[in-house]
């Protein structure tokens, strides 16, 4: 089933062309934005310069670092006016990536939207159960209007409540639902807790976050659903840019709207299809925010044989990230923001370091962090109280729950050179 099957299906030739005149396009477009200018003045390089999609490598690599200094609205290439929402996504320190987009850009995101949503075989019969955050991330919004596109009847549950989440399963005859799918566990957990029916659920929505296959086996038995991954970022408009096909080997990604390399995240080299490496993304058709050569910092690979349904070349799913960057519970942590936030607090030390678990298939993070000796009292009440605080700051900047350990001053192990602050113990994904 096909959403818009001249663009699902197009042929190799007409994509490249298509994909060449919106890759000019991009790249005059960025020229909106003083830090592009700027970045094609610095190698040598003009619009004009960008004949082939080859060319496309005289460019210089996008990061995320390079977003999230010109907040809060540095990289929007239109003015202001046209802008009609703004998401945001968490930076490595403090202050977010601010993600802008045009009432065009918004249209474009329901279609790809829809185009998942239809490729899994849902329809305007369906009920579906959009269980992720709904406010600055991307997941809500973006996959509410979608769903509302191809017609479905979209319950914006949001997350929180779980029981009550479970109970509209069953009472609204819920087909579809949307969720991360360390939250899908939760579900199952509760539900089973409840001795609730899900029979009305058919197909699960899993993304934001890694998952691996032996989840997928829980998901589906748990839920009694049919398992779907759904990759993306905010830097592409949210989640939707790639999307698991009833194959369920890789996932879509919508190539008439991302220009896709993969590349060698030391060398920066530019790897073949099939082999594994970073994600390099060029967004062709985004108007408030348009980016050139964007390191997702996401591991994957081209899978180039074509797939049976039809549509386009395939990602691998995500195996891992090139970066220090922790994807727990869906929300995005790097170590500099633990980093930040314990600095804002004067009774303790600047020593910390962060244990990630999978405990019931439910991401934990546990912080140890050591207290600064003047403010070690000995009594008992003030231990918890400050370890209250440092999990309440946490919980402030990253909106994530975690368990925090204090810990005797000198008492963590001291690096030279780049300091290890993280051990992920959550094993293979
Ligand atoms: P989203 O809400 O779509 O997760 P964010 O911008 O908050 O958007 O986070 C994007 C990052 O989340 C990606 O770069 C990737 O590391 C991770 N991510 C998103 N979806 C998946 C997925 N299906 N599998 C693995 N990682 C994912
Ligand atoms: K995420
Ligand atoms: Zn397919």
Not at 42 to 51: H, K
Not at 298 to 319: F, M, N, V
Request: charged residues 25%; contains cysteine; negative net charge.
């Amino acid at each position: 089933m096909f959403w818009n099957k001249e663009m699902e299906t197009i042929s190799q030739t007409d994509l490249e062309a298509l994909q060449l005149s919106r890759l000019k396009w991009t790249v005059s477009h960025v020229q909106n934005v003083e830090f592009y200018q700027k970045k094609f003045r610095d190698a040598g390089v003009t619009p004009a310069d960008i004949q082939s999609l080859d060319d496309i490598e005289k460019i210089p690599f996008t990061t995320k670092k390079e977003l999230r200094d010109g907040y809060p609205f540095g990289n929007i290439a239109v003015p202001m006016k046209q802008v009609v929402r703004i998401h945001t996504t968490s930076g490595t320190t403090g202050k977010p990536t601010v993600v802008g987009y045009t009432r065009q850009d918004l249209d474009n995101w329901s279609e790809l939207i829809a185009r998942n949503l239809t490729m899994i075989g849902l329809t305007d019969e369906d009920i579906f159960q959009n269980a992720v955050n709904y406010g600055l991330f991307t997941g809500g919004l973006g996959f509410h209007y979608g769903a509302e596109k191809i017609g479905a009847t979209v319950i914006p549950s949001a997350t929180g409540n779980t029981r009550r989440q479970i109970e509209m399963i069953d009472d609204f005859g819920v087909t579809a639902i949307h969720c991360t799918p360390s939250y899908g566990m939760h579900l199952a957990e509760v539900a089973e807790e409840m001795g609730a029916s899900l029979d009305s659920l058919r197909i699960g929505v899993f993304g934001a976050e890694p998952w691996s296959e032996n989840m997928r086996k829980e998901l589906e038995t748990r839920l009694g659903v049919e398992a779907f991954d759904s990759y993306g970022m905010s830097e592409m408009y949210g989640p939707g840019a790639a999307f698991e096909c009833p194959g369920h080997d890789g996932l879509h990604l919508w190539h008439d709207f991302y220009f896709a390399e993969i590349i060698d995240p030391e060398t920066g080299e530019r790897l073949p299809d099939g082999e594994k490496g970073e994600l390099v993304i060029t967004p062709l058709v985004k108007e408030a925010m348009p980016l050139v050569r964007y390191r997702t910092g996401d591991i994957t690979r081209i899978i180039p044989d074509a797939c049976p349904c039809g549509r386009g070349k395939r990602l691998a799913r995500i195996s891992g990230r090139a970066d220090d960057m922790l994807v727990i519970r869906g929300i995005n942590v790097f170590p500099s923001q633990i980093e930040h936030t314990l600095f804002s607090i004067p009774e303790v030390g600047d020593q910390f370091m962060v244990y990630v678990d999978r405990i019931n298939h439910l991401d934990e993070m546990t912080i140890e962090v050591e207290m600064n000796r003047e403010s070690f009292s000995g009594e008992l009440a003030d231990l918890a109280g400050l370890q209250r605080k440092v999990a309440g700051a946490i919980k402030e900047s990253l909106n994530l729950r975690t368990t925090v350990r204090l810990v005797e001053p000198g008492s963590l192990p001291r690096f030279e050179g780049k300091a290890r602050h993280v051990v992920d113990r959550r094993g293979e994904i």
